[in-house]
């Protein structure tokens, strides 16, 4: 009898300290407390969790480059095993492709016909990617700001506007430019999943980049394709002059090191077919500009 009532006693000073507990906090406070043990359980349950994208680059060991060999030998790397690509779009010209992109038809990372979301800088009047998406069943969200169109509806599913994005906002060429988070706030689309982030901007996406990087990352971290063409030009000088931070080399390379910290994975890597901008460095057949797609899988 005195071990049952002893028990009882306990049981009973456990609630009340529970009731001082929740009494002496507000509404808001208590509501927010179970979320975030919600939120917990949720996490030790599952036994994953999505990092936030800024946690996840202060946390990132960015490396600089070490020299030009180190770049170009992302070529040799082993790529995100997709068992399923599919090109959309491409021109044949006379001795050379271009405009296609690439992506991965897997599940869940193939784009979801007539749910999916496409964001195509850098046009030129060629438009084989954005009509192939369009056609696939994503809504494409086309931008030029050096084309002499203005902003139409080229089809049902192809919106066009005459502006680019860059790492601050103002007037570009025939249009302007805008930073890629002014964008989607304008179209409505902060907070939406992008299926496809193409970027072919001559240049411009390493300073592109870099800004979201810094001030936006989860709109990367909610992006499930980076089909970029980036622009590095001619490996010029020794390996100092390669790990030099101004270098365009070692800052495409700081990027990459950036979006694999966000969880992406390469999935193509290829020179760019037009063979006025191949050269030859080291015994190897190198380009000024490459064609590189990333994909970011799913963290469970």
Known sequence: MLRLSSQLGKVA??????????????????DN??????????????GTREVDPKTALLNCHVQPLQNYSQFFGLS??????????KMFG??????????????????????????CLVYSFGINNE??????????????FSFDPSMAAGDHQRSANVTFFRMGVGSKSGKFMNGKVDRLGGIMKKLGHVGRKIDYLKMDIEGMEVETLEEVLEHQPEILASVTHLGLEIHPGVAIGNNEIARQPTNIFNRLWRIFQQLECLGF??????R????????TWNHSLQSKCYEIVWVKPPTH
Not at 14 to 19: H, L, N
């Open 76 to 85: 040799n790397q082993t790529m995100y095993p997709c068992k399923h690509l």
């Open 265 to 270: 994975r390469l999935l193509r890597w290829a």
């Open 33 to 46: 407390y179970l979320s975030v043990s919600a939120n917990y359980l949720k996490t030790s349950l599952s």
């Open 127 to 140: 438009w084989s990617f954005d009509d192939a998406m369009a056609a696939y069943g994503c809504q494409v």
């Open 90 to 115: 491409g021109v044949k010209h006379r001795d050379f492709f271009d405009g296609d992109k690439w992506a991965c038809m897997d599940s869940p990372l193939a784009p979801p016909p007539t749910r």
């Open 272 to 279: 760019n077919d037009f063979k006025l901008n191949h050269y």
């Open 13 to 30: 000073l456990g609630v009340a300290i529970f009731v001082i507990f929740a009494i002496a906090i507000s509404r808001d406070n208590w």
